[in-house]
């Protein structure tokens, strides 16, 4: 900007005029030099560019908010079609549960239907009995006999009615059958329609996104240099972004050691759950004959026509002879050399060694367990079946080791039981002297609670029953020797040689 002289001095040359020396009569006035001033300064200022630059950024967001506004009415459109989804899923599964009831009830009264039309077919047909037919078209047809036509009608009739009960079941099935097919149908429309809209939304996002990457690069490109920025303003924001970058790097760290700790806690949790899950199968058995016992408890305390025999069975069992696997767990805890070495002659095997190979293998512990009961069945009253399972026992053993040729503790038990041939008829001969042991032990029980003077219809049938096809080797003919021979001694008829002596 140039500087005004004052009028006092009119010998000063201006340089911006080539005219030579002002005189005091034309001076330069204030407003003019102002005028230069301001229109060097709007010299390095472009007006046009910076307002092209406005103009392209104006019809950027001209064309950009009716596609927001398309993107945002798109996005609702795939959350109302994929609630939409949600429901008719919803009411597929609805559909596919009333369709599994109606199929239910029909194969319920189909099962029950066929029994009694079995029971119908298979009964004692006399002489003068009306016959029954069963067409191919489900039709019962019946002729009337001479002697029982009335009964034959009403059991026509009750079958009738159990076929006409599950032809409803069936036809039932068939209103509600179309059900699941056609939601699935809607369902499978909604998927297409929500393809459409996910598919519109991806297209309407990439737009917008390239759009305003290309908005960035034009205001980069016509934007000024931003080298002419204030040191003091780029050196504040420069230290800002450390100390954003410094908390974060806290926070990383932080999440690090919580990462770390998380990970501890989860080993230890895995490793007390793994503990747990191995104490809890050691003490399933004791649990199991527990539960058996209370079971038997629970049945003894209703009405006899209402009681569950085989739990009843099951808790006896469990209460006097207990289970290999209960015994064992018991044993290995207590740690007494005297009950190990009790354990090893009840049941044939050292307690480790049923606790470690035991669980899984069910054919070697019904063995262990059907060695106990014979043990105790033959300690008590000394039969035959009782002798030939001991001596069938002891082969077995002797088979398990020439079969390995190692010590026992390294067999593999169930696989010689379920694979092996041998192994399979020593299980077969096993099972078999086990149930007749068994067997004659719960007659013996029986006879020893009510004492009879005169056997009944059933007993008296039983021993006059010819048993010689049996062969004298078979464990039924040889019971009903014993049982017999200890009827003959008991009988107050009978003089003993001992008794005549004297």
């Known amino acids: 900007m140039q500087i005004t002289t004052p009028p006092s001095q009119p010998d000063q040359v201006d340089n911006n ?65 994929t609630s939409e989804k949600s429901m008719l899923q919803e009411h597929k599964r609805q559909a596919e549960a009333v369709l599994g009831e109606k199929k239910q009830n029909w194969k319920e009264l189909r099962t029950a239907h066929h029994i009694n039309q079995e029971k119908w077919k298979l009964r004692a047909i006399k002489g003068d009995d009306v016959l029954f037919k069963f067409d191919n078209h489900l039709e019962y047809r019946y002729f009337a006999g001479l002697g029982d036509q009335i009964e034959v009608a009403q059991e026509n009739l009750r079958l009738l009615e159990e076929r006409r009960q599950v032809v409803q079941a069936y036809l039932a099935i068939d209103e509600v059958r179309q059900g699941p097919k056609t939601w ?34 034009n205001n980069r490109i016509r934007s000024p240099s931003n080298d002419s920025e204030n040191p003091l303003l780029k050196s504040t924001r420069l230290k800002e972004k450390d100390e954003e970058i410094a908390s974060l790097s806290k926070q990383i760290c932080g999440w690090e050691e919580f990462r770390g700790s998380m990970e501890k806690l989860y080993e230890s949790n895995k490793q007390t759950i793994t503990s747990l899950e191995i104490k809890i199968e050691q003490d399933e058995p004791l649990l199991k004959v527990g539960m058996d016992i209370l079971r038997r408890k629970q049945e003894m305390e209703k009405p006899k026509a209402d009681r569950d025999m085989a739990a009843i069975e099951r808790g006896n069992k469990a209460a006097h002879f207990g289970t290999a696997l209960a015994d064992a767990r018991r044993v290995v805890s207590g740690s007494v050399a005297e009950e190990q070495a009790w354990h ?81 008829q020593d299980y077969k001969n096993l099972k078999m002297w086990y149930e007749a042991a068994y067997a004659l032990h719960k007659k013996r029980r029986a006879a020893q609670a009510v004492p009879r003077a005169v056997g009944t219809e059933n007993e008296n049938r039983w021993r006059s029953r010819d048993m010689s096809f049996f062969g004298s080797d078979h464990p039924l003919k040889q019971m009903q020797d014993v049982e017999n021979t200890e009827e003959l001694n008991n009988s107050p008829n009978t003089i003993s040689p001992q008794k005549s002596y004297r």
């Open 17 to 81: 005029n080539d005219m030579g020396p002002t005189s005091s009569s034309q001076p330069q006035t204030p407003s003019s030099s102002a005028l230069s001033a301001a229109m060097a300064t709007s010299d390095r200022f472009d007006f046009e560019a910076e307002y092209e630059n406005l103009k392209h950024n104006l019809k950027f967001f001209d064309e950009a908010i009716p596609k927001k506004k398309d993107l945002e009415r798109a996005v609702e459109a795939l959350e109302s079609a």
């Open 184 to 217: 699935q149908d809607r369902i499978d429309h909604q998927d297409q329609k929500i393809k459409k809209c996910e598919e519109e939304v991806l297209e309407m996002k990439q737009a917008l996104h390239d759009a305003l990457e290309q908005l960035r690069t």
């Open 344 to 424: 090893s002659k009840f049941y044939g095997f050292d307690a480790s060694f049923v606790l470690e190979n035991g669980l899984g293998a069910p054919k070697f512990l019904e063995v262990v367990d059907w060695h106990a009961a014979v043990k105790l069945f033959h300690n008590n009253m000394r039969c035959y079946p009782s002798f030939a399972f001991i001596n069938c026992f002891k082969g077995f053993m002797d088979h398990l080791r020439s079969k390995h040729k190692v010590q026992l503790a390294s067999a593999d038990i169930e696989t010689y039981l379920k694979d092996d041939q041998q192994g399979k």
